[in-house]
């Protein structure tokens, strides 16, 4: 059963596919998505580790995951970010 989804982008097909290979040769679930976007499906934060060594190394960036937390916390502090976070005077 998976339980998190992590998005790696690429440069270009040659590095998406070789990513692709890796991926396969270590059993993981994945999705391509148009069009130089893996979706990736992992259950715990040691295979997120071996993800993130895999599309590194292949020249990818891998997205931050946006936990239920996260988004709560955005949520909340959208309206008092220009109080904490005042603009920079020129």
Known sequence: MFKK???ATFGN??????AEEELKKHNFHFKRKIPLKLEIFVSNKKDIEKITKIVRENLGYVEEIE????????TITYPFK???LPKKKK
Do not use: C, N, P, V
């Open 5 to 7: 989804k992590i998005e």
């Open 13 to 18: 097909d040659y590095a998406i596919e070789k």
């Open 67 to 74: 936990t239920f937390k996260k988004k709560i916390i955005k």
């Open 82 to 84: 220009a109080l904490l």
